[in-house]
């Protein structure tokens, strides 16, 4: 009869701490004294055997790309997966892929199971901050960062789109329009397009008019809805990514606000659909496919040396979105 061999898991379920908990213990991270104790005795206990962060590591590892992306049905995702997946093809490395639903335990659980596997390099968008991230990085596996970097990470190479050129393009263009009144609709992991939201609009930041989603459409459909209800003097509207972008045209079109007559909308992310509405998008275009083939060439190439980062440009794609601000 087989038996079903203990996972990272069942060790911090039953030591009742999170993933990231137990992968900073094993690899030899910070926990408190009673903390540690109680990990290495659950996973003495269950005879978890966590191979890639053995003594015998290198070893034991099998090859290929570990992959994490929040999304895989968000179409800028699908895009990020098909470079990386290209790229991999040409060097023929295998590809293993994960979702972390942009949460930070289950990127720790994912990273978990990417190292019991034995990966030797891995590209993922990060969700978590440094400390969940500090087992990959100590066991010495080839780390890229994708679309996102990771605070207190400098150390950690990253293929990005120039968010702030992005967002500095769209809200000059709407105050070039005449617009005031510019709210931002974020999401996960948009840290630095919001700072240069700030610094972009300078003395016409209105901080209210700043709203953060979670990473999912009924979040993203609610953050936008309130935001309309609660500010109808706003008349512009900056969406950080196409889900966003999605849910702001839903609850435009629920409240009865016209784009662009009532509202300007400018959203991150070049999208097939953003073209098919009424009127087409206007949107800020980031190269998704270029960011994964960058990243899965920088860590194949990295050997034993630390690739050097990559700013990716970004277009301001101007359609039927975007019209003078309404002055009454």
Not at 79 to 90: E, I
Not at 141 to 170: E, N, S
Not at 179 to 187: F, K, M, P, T
Not at 224 to 237: E, I, K, S, Y
């Amino acid at each position: 009869m087989n038996v079903r061999r203990a996972t990272i898991k069942d060790v911090a379920e039953a030591a009742g701490v999170g993933v990231a908990t137990v992968s900073r213990v094993l690899s030899g991270g910070s926990a408190s004294p009673e903390t540690r104790e109680r990990v290495l005795t659950v996973a003495a206990q269950l005879d978890y055997r966590p191979s890639a962060l053995g003594r015998n590591l290198r070893q034991r590892r099998s090859g290929g790309i570990g992959l994490l992306v929040p999304d895989i049905t968000d179409s800028f995702y699908g895009r990020l997966v098909d470079g990386v997946l290209a790229c991999a093809r040409s060097a023929g490395e295998p590809v293993v892929l994960g979702t972390t639903g942009d949460d930070a335990e289950r990127e720790a659980e994912q990273i978990g199971m990417l190292l019991e596997q034995g990966v030797e390099r891995v590209v993922a968008v990060p969700a978590g901050n440094g400390e969940i991230w500090e087992p990959t990085l100590r066991s010495g596996i080839t780390t890229v960062f994708a679309h996102r970097p990771v605070g207190g990470r400098d150390d950690v190479p990253a293929v990005l789109a120039d968010d702030r050129a992005g967002v500095r393009t769209a809200v000059d263009y709407l105050t070039g329009l005449g617009h005031r009144r510019i709210a931002y609709l974020g999401g996960p992991g948009q840290g630095q397009r919001v700072t240069a939201f700030r610094q972009s609009l300078g003395a016409l930041l209105d901080e209210e008019l700043i709203v953060s989603a979670r990473g999912s459409r009924d979040s993203a459909y609610a953050a936008a809805a309130g935001l309309f209800q609660h500010r109808p003097d706003l008349t512009a509207v900056l969406a950080g990514g196409n889900l966003l972008g999605e849910a702001a045209v839903l609850a435009a079109r629920e409240l009865d606000l016209r784009v662009p007559r009532d509202l300007s909308l400018v959203m991150f992310d070049d999208v097939p659909w953003a073209e098919l509405c009424a009127p087409p998008l206007t949107v800020i275009a980031q190269p998704a496919q270029d960011i994964g083939y960058r990243a899965a060439e920088l860590v194949l190439r990295a050997g034993g040396r630390r690739p050097r980062g990559v700013l990716l440009p970004t277009e301001l794609i101007v359609r039927g979105s975007c019209g003078p601000r309404r002055t009454s």
